[in-house]
């Protein structure tokens, strides 16, 4: 799986147990990053000098020009979510895979549908 570098833009703290992270791709790659509403990421998070690779959903991307943005809940005694909260600054430079996952929809030729779904909890 390939890896692309992603600065960190902004960093948030939505709530006292969660952060929100907006990350930017290099301009050379932006064209890896189109991402479809439901996908997701690979981050590679160092702790301990050892990348350690976790799945975080994308809620805000390129597809609808927005920031492409994750939120990481804390997990308590958790090494990646940890770093992400306490380590992490803006203007650092994490790795990720281009983003993945078919758990969304794309608008095809005929033009947009209406989608309503209901979810609740953290993640998908």
Request: glycine residues 8%; proline residues 10%; contains cysteine.
């Amino acid at each position: 799986m390939k890896s692309y570098p992603l600065t960190v833009r902004a960093k948030s703290f939505p709530l006292p147990d969660c952060v929100s992270i907006t990350l930017e791709p290099d301009p050379a790659d932006r064209a890896a990053f189109r991402i479809w509403p439901g996908q997701h990421l690979v981050l590679q998070v160092p702790v301990a000098g050892e990348p350690l690779r976790r799945c975080y959903s994308v809620h805000d991307g390129p597809f609808n020009s927005a920031p492409m943005t994750i939120t990481v809940k804390r997990v308590p005694g958790g090494q990646v979510s940890s770093a992400l909260h306490d380590a992490l600054r803006v203007g650092d430079r994490i790795m990720a895979s281009a983003p993945a996952g078919r758990f969304c929809a794309r608008p095809e030729a005929g033009g947009y549908h209406h989608f309503y779904l209901y979810a609740a909890g953290s993640g998908i």
